[in-house]
Nanobody, 126 residues
Framework: QVRLVESGGGTAQAGGSLRLSCVASGRTFNSNPMAWFRQVGWKERQFVAAINWNGGSTHYADSVKDRFTISREHAENTVYLQMNRLKPEDAAVYYC???????????????????WGQGTQVTVSS
């Protein structure tokens, strides 16, 4: 069974930091693009950041650029999201996603990702 499991969510003060992790099991995604999305309530899931298969290329939403950093560790089959200078508007459920297409480019739309985690809650207090 293929699973993506996020962790690292919680509560941080505005201006603080959190580091999210997403561990894949059941198969490796080391050849596939991966991404982070976030969702507030029933609003549409919003793109946050994406990384290509070897970590050599990344892409960020304008709202998180220069504050968040996506990275991946092939040996651990894990993708990370380092979140710095958090703002109250960053509060959301954060989801990890993996593309089913190996060695492909970076995608910023949810429909390009076939595998999803269950999400981890991030709360930012002002």
């Amino acid at each position: 069974q293929v699973r993506l499991v996020e962790s690292g969510g919680g509560t941080a003060q505005a201006g603080g930091s959190l580091r999210l992790s997403c561990v894949a099991s059941g198969r490796t995604f080391n050849s596939n693009p991966m991404a982070w999305f976030r969702q507030v309530g029933w609003k549409e899931r919003q793109f946050v950041a994406a990384i290509n298969w070897n970590g050599g290329s990344t892409h960020y939403a304008d709202s998180v650029k220069d504050r968040f950093t996506i990275s991946r560790e092939h040996a651990e089959n894990t993708v990370y999201l380092q979140m710095n200078r958090l703002k109250p508007e960053d509060a959301a459920v954060y989801y990890c996603a993996a593309s089913a297409s190996p060695y492909s480019g970076i995608y910023s739309t949810a429909d390009q990702y076939s595998y999803w985690g269950q999400g981890t809650q991030v709360t930012v207090s002002s």
